[in-house]
């Protein structure tokens, strides 16, 4: 069962505006990741926040957690052609010693230069 | 660094044939992962090692065994190949189980005939 699900599921946007994707997830979790893949690559982190956190930034991104709704956002601001991907967004939930990790269906995010 | 090296890269077998796929990490990571990822699906867990000499069931282990060989390498078998095994096989590793990102290979595709 996935833990996440994306919306929306596409996004085409022109180079410089701001892509907002969104993540709900159905049960209580320690952590929420958001990773990134191009085409026929593998998946690469972005950025985690864990579950006392509100809100986290790290250069253009900005990602959101609202633990009462169990919804993150990932904001990518003044995107660029490269910023052209899938976004995933995964929850990390602790289990006797393990940290389990379920992804999302993803995003496909297309900026169009 | 080459991070998590994943051979082969594309793979084609006959339906009852055998393979194994295999991975290395040089980050001295302690778990290591194996997913799979089907259009429209997400990531799904195949098996894990969360340390040297451990293995466990994740969400679709049915098909699969695995070899956590030493604390770099983890491989994935295929002992009886089936269509439904179709997929892009992703293998990911981490330094330890609670909130640190995964790493993952590039994938190696596999279809099955």
């Known amino acids: 069962s996935q833990q996440g699900e994306e919306d929306p599921q596409a996004l085409s946007i022109q180079e410089g505006e701001n892509a907002t994707m969104n993540c709900s997830y159905k049960?209580?979790?320690?952590?929420l990741q958001w990773y990134r893949q191009n085409s026929g690559r593998g998946l690469v982190h972005l950025i985690l926040i864990r579950s006392n956190e509100r809100e986290k930034h790290s250069g253009r991104l900005r990602v959101t957690l609202d633990t009462s709704k169990k919804s993150s956002s990932l904001l990518i601001t003044a995107s660029r052609a490269a910023d052209t991907a899938s976004y995933f967004c995964?929850?990390?939930?602790?289990?006797?010693?393990?940290?389990?990790?379920?992804f999302g269906t993803g995003t496909k995010l297309q900026v169009i230069p | 660094n080459a991070g998590v090296t994943q051979t082969p890269k594309f793979q084609v077998l006959k339906t009852g044939q055998s393979m194994t796929l295999q991975c290395a990490q040089d980050?001295?990571?302690?778990?290591m992962y194996w997913y799979r990822q089907d259009p429209g699906m997400g990531l799904r867990l195949i098996y894990y090692?969360?340390?040297?000499?451990?293995?466990d069931k994740g969400e679709v282990p049915n098909g699969y065994n695995v070899s956590r060989l030493n604390k770099r390498e983890f491989s994935l078998r295929l002992e009886s190949a089936a269509p439904s095994q179709t997929s892009v096989y992703f293998c990911?590793?981490?330094?330890?189980?609670?909130?640190?990102?995964?790493?993952f290979g590039n994938g190696t595709r596999l279809t099955v005939t």
């Open positions: 980050m001295n990571h302690n778990s």
């Open positions: 995964a929850g990390g939930v602790n289990s006797g010693g393990y940290q389990k990790v379920t």
């Open positions: 090692s969360a340390s040297e000499g451990t293995t």
């Open positions: 990911a590793s981490r330094d330890r189980e609670d909130n640190s990102p995964l790493h």
């Open positions: 049960t209580s979790i320690n952590n």
